[in-house]
């Protein structure tokens, strides 16, 4: 018996592939959210800019009592200030440490740990701070921050101090922590308050500072770890040209010059002084700033590895903050990956989150709503024409088209293979229910394009094997 496999897809640009999302409301009522992670259980942690953490839990319900309120700490003008991330310690549960990251009231970077006091509450006078970083300007402070899945440690990142076009060189200096991924052991002391991995690429170089992981970065304020392999995915916000994804395998050992400012993607930007070319690495995926809608700031996110949507496994989601639209990159071969962008809705996306199972949310800093991230294929739901379902019937070599129960009427079904070429095409029908046999199908990737009696057309991946 044949294995059948069904994908929903747009046709779009000669069959490339693209994937039909929606944004499922998941809790709204939050003031600018720009961060949000679990603690290794079923609730999320919501970051707002003005200072404030609260509770987001299983249920969709938040939590009236703040876990965490530093306001008088942070500077809260908007913009590229304010509170800006957290991470959970890997052994939060037994010994209650989690990190923020936020601006100061003197414009700075700070870095620091606090405690939780009880299960939804934190210690706001438990603070210990870390490192304190320079901020020349207001802009391009970065902001992220993750624990290494393989090494537990933590990985920061910092934009280049801002302006425009890095005007202090900042990114490829090594003797300042801006424009840079650090990576540190809040476990040790050897540093103060932290310690230093032994292993940090640069230990050994007098000219550069202990904690730079990689540099070369303009202002990576969303970066995440992909949960199934340990890879670093980093999107890197551009000037005014490129904005940029960095894949980080793994088994990099750090180091990495991602090229900024010599380069805004894969484009030259100013190379005066810059090192080869050959020694700098370049985004696996870039988009245009610019066009309609307008594009201007990446936002990054993370590669799907949840369960309930497995259509969308290994696409990595990500959005533009100034168009509002959605999209992905998918591995359409080893180490070859092709961007896309899928929907455009609203909300002034800031963020993405995970949860404990992998599936995946974006957050919204201008509508202050958090909305899962779900696929909206074959479902019937109203009276579009993506309403209508193809599935295997358990015989051998059948497919169902049904559109039961809306007022669409099936025309023709046309099979096309990879390359576009026409396979097969049935015509004749105005039923909402049909079955077409696949017998005679070599096994491989087929677009499905389903027309209805008024013209409407939709197009699925059919895999056959």
Aim: proline share 3%; aromatic share 12%.
């Amino acid at each position: 018996m044949k294995k059948i496999t069904l994908y929903f897809m747009c046709m779009i640009y000669a069959f490339s592939f693209s994937q039909d999302i929606e944004l499922e409301t998941f809790a709204t009522g939050f003031s600018s959210p720009v961060n949000v992670k679990h603690a290794g259980d079923d609730r999320l942690f919501v970051v707002e800019r003005a200072g404030i953490i609260k509770i987001l839990n299983a249920n969709g319900s938040t939590n009236s009592t703040a876990f965490l309120n530093i306001d008088p700490l942070v500077i809260n003008n908007g913009g590229e200030q304010g509170l800006l991330a957290m991470a959970f310690h890997p052994n939060y549960a037994s010994n209650g440490f989690f990190y923020v990251n936020y601006i100061n009231n003197s414009g700075d970077t700070v870095i620091s740990r606090f405690t939780r006091s009880t299960a939804d509450t934190a210690d706001s006078g438990s603070e210990l701070i870390l490192m304190t970083i320079s901020q020349p300007f207001g802009n391009h402070n970065g902001g992220d921050m993750h624990f290494g899945p393989n090494d537990g440690y933590l990985y920061i990142s910092t934009g280049d101090g801002g302006s425009g076009g890095d005007p202090g060189n900042r990114a490829q200096n090594l003797g300042v922590l801006l424009g840079k991924m650090l990576r540190i052991d809040v476990d040790g002391t050897s540093n103060g308050n932290y310690g230093i991995p032994v292993d940090n690429p640069f230990v050994s170089n007098t000219a550069a500072l202990d904690e730079i992981w990689a540099y070369g970065l303009r202002n990576p304020w969303k970066f995440s770890f992909d949960r199934n392999n340990g890879d670093m995915w980093i999107a890197d916000v551009g000037q005014s040209n490129r904005e940029e994804i960095d894949r980080v395998l793994a088994s990099s050992s750090g180091g990495e010059n991602y090229g900024w400012k010599c380069y805004e993607g894969n484009s030259v930007f100013d190379t005066a002084g810059c090192p080869p070319m050959n020694t700098l690495t370049f985004p696996v995926a870039e988009y245009a700033y610019g066009g309609s809608p307008f594009k201007c700031s990446i936002t990054g996110g993370y590669r799907y590895r949840g369960t309930q949507q497995s259509s969308l496994d290994g696409l990595y989601f990500f959005a533009d903050y100034c168009s509002d639209q959605i999209g992905v990159v998918r591995e359409t071969s080893p180490d070859v990956f092709q961007l896309t962008f899928e929907d455009q809705f609203n909300g002034g996306f800031s963020a993405f989150a995970e949860d404990i199972n992998g599936e995946l949310y974006v957050v919204g800093l201008v509508s202050g709503t958090i909305s899962r991230i779900t696929d909206a294929n074959l479902s019937i739901d109203d009276e579009s024409f993506k309403s209508v379902k193809m599935y295997p019937n358990p015989s051998d070599s059948v497919l169902n088209f049904d559109a039961t129960g809306t007022s669409i009427q099936i025309n023709t079904i046309t099979f096309y293979n990879i390359l576009g070429k026409t396979i097969k095409t049935v015509t004749g029908f105005t039923d909402q229910s049909i079955s077409i046999s696949t017998k005679n199908m070599a096994n491989g990737i087929y677009l499905v394009e389903i027309s209805d009696i008024n013209g409407n057309k939709d197009t699925r991946k059919l895999v056959v094997n």
